[in-house]
């Protein structure tokens, strides 16, 4: 038994943002030797509070404590030497450095004020052999690694300290069925030396069978602390997602009756992301995408839209077979496609709305060679008066622009020709409540035309509010599909292979 019974105690942590009330008189204590699952949907509060239990971010009212002991909230340094280490989901390493460097950077060994590297390499050696990674890496720079070895490797640089506390947030969710292996071998042998272990993760089916307990929040609250035992995946969703959300109950569909499919796709395999997957998308209808991350939903819409290479299965559009290759050819089969990181995909941050407007459409605005500047500067004002896209001339730099009109000269970009086949992928990820609302009715009135829209969404209650019908993804396979009615619940369940409800 260890000396302190609990690794970790907040007491009545609360916390606001303005008008949000993030944290909400949390109590919560975490065992030493136990691996802790803590879940919750986007929002629930809980990357709030590892902000305050890692010291990134100060409490407004309550303490924590680690073994007993209080720390000085709102301090990384005062956390970290009591024993605190987080890993998360993108891994956080020094590309430029060496496997060594990164494990000792901060902490290096020095004799007579140098550092004493073949000493170094000897605890290196012996640290990678705990994450099961060869010790020939050491030498190699991070950023040559594969990116589950980076993760394996950000785990490593936690072991170096004796670490008391390792929170591990979606750590898997970049990471291969092997590689979760090591991890789950890594976190246990970590449990069994008395560490307690923060799990984080929207992969339920890893929680029940990793986790001895797993806490539930909701909107800034505990609701429940369980045995993992008791709890199945659908229970544990259930207590995430209480009574809200069914698939389109709250706005009218638009799907038109007894028509041919715009788009159908059958046995589609893209990388080793995505394995089998088969779907119709109809006239006027809004198919929803929902999977966790690492499950390949982005696969499918990047494959569809000719970004990824296409490894086997059949594209139609509108019953003609198309051979996807590039993003042109995408478009000249009707499908544009608004992608989810708009920072590095989607905008040129120095470039006006115009020119991000009209990048992709220089043989649209040409005639006999020549750039038609007139008819694109009256096809971007009418897209910005039909998108409310606050700027004061299309010759606005968007880097001035807020988030979410951002998103709209992004959508704006993809209906400059009026392709019929929409693909979307985290439409309002990042964007405040109003422009969430105006980009949900861009979409909206895109297929209230007769289009289509595919959305891709880790949001489930943007995708139950969107979607006709919601195709659900697991591990790369196309598990079911559901009609108007089911619950969040019953899809956070699918997503996580518990498909006993019917559908499709």
């Excluded at 302190?4 to 204590?29: F, M, P």
């Excluded at 309550?62 to 998360?88: K, L, M, P, R, W």
């Excluded at 970049?174 to 929207?202: A, P």
């Excluded at 392709?419 to 949900?440: C, F, M, N, S, Y």
């Amino acid at each position: 038994m260890p000396e302190y019974e609990n690794a970790l105690q907040v007491k009545n942590i609360d916390k606001r943002y303005g008008g949000v009330h993030a944290l909400k008189n949390v109590t919560w204590s975490v065992l030493a030797g136990e691996i802790h699952g803590l879940v919750g949907e986007n929002g629930a509060g809980k990357s709030t509070l590892i902000k305050m239990i890692s010291g990134a971010e100060k409490p407004d009212e309550g303490c924590i404590y680690i073994h007993g002991q209080e720390i000085n909230s709102g301090d990384t340094n005062a956390a970290f030497e009591a024993g605190v280490s987080a890993v998360y989901q993108e891994p956080q390493v020094f590309r430029n450095l060496t496997v060594a460097e990164n494990i000792f950077v901060g902490r290096e060994k020095k004799k007579i004020g140098v550092v004493d590297w073949s000493h170094q390499y000897e605890q290196a050696e012996d640290i990678l052999r705990q994450v099961s990674l060869n010790s020939e890496i050491l030498g190699i720079k991070v950023g040559r690694l594969p990116v589950g070895e980076q993760q394996l490797i950000a785990i490593a640089k936690a072991l170096v300290t004796k670490t008391k506390l390792l929170i591990l947030d979606e750590p898997s969710a970049i990471l291969t069925n092997d590689e979760i292996d090591k991890l789950f071998r890594i976190v246990r042998s970590l449990r069994d030396k008395g560490v307690g272990v923060i799990y984080i993760s929207h992969r339920l089916d890893e929680v029940q069978n990793l986790t001895n307990r797993v806490t539930v929040m909701r909107d800034g609250e505990i609701i429940g602390t369980y045995k993992t035992e008791t709890m199945s995946p659908t229970e544990i969703a259930k207590a995430m997602c209480g009574d809200k959300f069914k698939v389109q109950d709250t706005r009218e569909s638009h799907r038109l009756p007894d028509v041919d499919p715009l788009l159908k796709v059958d046995n589609l395999h893209v990388t080793r992301r995505l394995t089998d997957v088969s779907f119709e998308l109809y006239p006027g209808e809004i198919l929803g995408v929902y999977g966790l991350v690492g499950s390949g939903t982005s696969e499918l819409v990047r494959g569809i839209f000719g970004i990824q290479k296409i490894d086997s299965g059949e594209v139609r559009v509108n019953g003609n077979k198309i051979q996807l290759t590039s993003p042109q050819k995408a478009m000249l089969s009707g499908i544009s496609m608004l992608p989810g990181n708009r920072k590095t995909q989607g905008v040129f941050l120095p470039k006006s709305l115009s020119f991000n407007m009209s990048s992709s459409h220089l043989k649209f605005f040409s005639k006999f060679g020549f750039f038609r500047y007139q008819k694109e500067r009256q096809v971007m004002q009418s897209l910005m008066d039909k998108l409310r896209i606050k700027a004061p001339s299309p010759e606005t730099h968007i880097g001035a622009l807020s988030g979410g009109n951002q998103q709209k000269v992004v959508m704006a970009k993809q209906l400059v020709e009026g392709h019929p086949i929409l693909l979307v992928e985290e439409p309002t990820q990042g964007v405040d409540v109003g422009a969430k609302r105006e980009i949900h009715d861009l979409i909206i009135n895109h297929v209230s035309q007769g289009n289509s829209a595919l959305v891709v969404s880790t949001d489930l209650e943007e995708i139950c509010y969107l979607a006709d019908r919601i195709l659900v993804i697991y591990h790369g396979t196309g598990i079911k599909i559901f009609e108007g009615g089911v619950d969040a619940a019953t899809l956070l369940a699918a997503a996580c292979g518990d498909i006993e409800q019917d559908g499709e």
